[in-house]
């Protein structure tokens, strides 16, 4: 894990190296404060620490930390969600924070079958997992999901996208989505908000716009933003072939 600091010229002043993160990524997001949080996921046999935590693999599967850098770049506490006392690792592919101090990260679980989607909601101050969620069902045969991006709304809860094959539930308040029209297998995007604590209040989706043609694995939402007015602006890609968006 690289910390880089530059200035507004971009000149690089500082960088903190922690880590070496083998097969791993990170994602970056920064609050109201100032404060940095970095997001990671790593899967190869590793015994390293950051700020004094020691972070821990298998070598199977990813694990999973999160670093808080405060406004003068000192770490104010590190999470590390260990594969090894879990039983499951974390594909991650998003983090946002809200103003009311809520970390929200998003992916899907590693060595769940079928794959599936998760949400984990985390106290900015303190660092301790507040709520986590999945979704509740999915077609054992054909489906599977993942959470490809995640924005906070105004109340504590979240709102995420991502792309699911099958059938889907995420309990709560919502309905089961259905599975592509064309082919049960082929993936359709989807959205889901869930309130403060972590149950989904209501969902939707995206089919396809034309017939899938052969290796073609369907459509995907990607991005969503919360625009001031409450609005939610999603964007994504359809049609597209295989390993474009996994």
Not at 137 to 153: E, F, K, P, Q, Y
Not at 171 to 196: A, E, K, R
């Amino acid at each position: 894990e690289d910390v880089n600091d530059f200035d507004q010229n971009l000149h690089l002043f500082d960088t903190e190296i922690y880590v070496n993160l083998d097969n791993g990524y990170t994602y970056m997001k920064q609050d109201t404060n100032n404060n940095i949080f970095v997001v990671g996921a790593y899967s190869s046999p590793l015994d390293s620490s950051i700020g004094g935590i020691s972070l821990n693999n298998a070598g199977i599967l990813r694990s999973m930390f999160i670093v808080k850098y405060d406004s003068l770049d000192n770490i104010d506490f590190v999470i590390s969600e260990d594969v090894i006392s879990l039983g499951f690792g974390f594909d991650i592919s998003g983090i946002d924070v809200d103003n009311n101090n809520n970390i929200f990260v998003v992916g899907h679980l590693e060595s769940i079958s079928p794959k599936r989607m998760f949400i984990r909601k985390y106290n900015g101050s303190t660092g301790q997992l507040i709520s986590s969620a999945t979704n509740a069902n999915i077609n054992s045969n054909t489906g599977s999901s993942r959470a490809l991006n995640v924005v906070a709304d105004n109340n504590g809860g979240a709102y995420v996208v991502g792309y699911y094959a099958g059938t889907i539930d995420f309990g709560g308040n919502t309905s089961m989505l259905p599975s592509n029209t064309y082919l049960s297998s082929v993936s359709q995007g989807f959205i889901v908000h869930f309130d403060n604590s972590l149950t989904a209040t209501w969902s939707d989706f995206s089919t396809n716009y034309t017939t899938p043609t052969t290796n073609c694995d369907g459509n995907a939402m990607q991005s969503v933003i919360l625009h001031q007015n409450n609005d939610i602006y999603v964007s994504g890609i359809t049609n597209v072939y295989s390993n474009d968006y996994k």
